[in-house]
T-cell receptor, first 115, second 114 residues
């Protein structure tokens, strides 16, 4: 069965420090991986995706993510956190060639950046 | 500008009342989805549709109904059978083929039972 795991409900980091939000996945076939961000009372906004190619993908607002096939992970990273990065982050996966085109979402990780 | 519009932003429902949440997209996307989000929780799929006049139940379809009469529109009705409807509802759409572009989300509707 396809699944996505975000093992941390919340990540706390000081402003200016690097941040990592973890995501691991399980799919049959090649994964398409996505990160979304949600601010309070808003919809989800696309941050970045991995489809194929370079394992390090860069996205919006200075975020990047590293695809690691052997560890089935797609962790979200940023070299220097901002208070404005505080939000709920969702990882999602779709299996190419699978029976469904639906994305499978993780449970979300709340990122809190302290000034 | 292309996008996906949900209305209303806030909705209040009385006990035993049916209410309908609107979702419209002008992205020419094939597929549309409805999710429910409870405070501090992830997304739970209610219904989805990949083609006009066809839709499929998601993980928590009980107490909800949908229609897909037009490609652009995918309204969600929260019926009186849904015993705990207070939540944030998100609509999304996507290109069906390969779905390399992921989903585009609306800004959500917050439903409260009064």
């Amino acid at each position: 069965a396809q699944s996505v795991a975000q093992p941390e409900d919340q990540v706390n980091v000081a402003e200016g420090n690097p941040l990592t939000v973890k995501c691991t996945y399980s799919v049959s076939g090649n994964p398409y991986l996505f990160w979304y961000v949600q601010y309070p009372n808003r919809g989800l906004q696309f941050l970045l995706k991995y489809i194929t190619g370079d394992n390090l993908v860069k996205g919006s607002y200075g975020f990047e993510a590293e695809f690691n096939k052997s560890q089935t992970s797609f962790h979200l990273k940023k070299p220097s956190a901002l208070v404005s990065d505080s939000a709920l982050y969702f990882c999602a996966v779709r299996s190419y060639g699978g029976a469904t085109n639906k994305l499978i979402f993780g449970t979300g990780t709340l990122l809190a950046v302290q000034p | 500008d292309g996008g996906i519009t949900q209305s209303p932003k806030y909705l209040f429902r009385k006990e035993g009342q049916n209410v309908t949440l609107s979702c419209e997209q002008n992205l020419n996307h094939d597929a549309m989805y409805w999710y429910r989000q409870d405070p501090g929780q992830g997304l739970r799929l209610i219904y989805y549709s990949q083609i006009v006049n066809d839709f499929q139940k998601g993980d928590i379809a009980e107490g909800y109904s949908v229609s897909r009469e037009k490609k652009e529109s995918f309204p969600l009705t929260v019926t009186s059978a849904q015993k705990n409807p207070t939540a944030f509802y998100l609509c999304a759409s996507s290109i069906l083929q390969q779905n390399v572009y992921g989903y585009t989300f609306g800004s959500g509707t917050r439903l409260t039972v009064v």
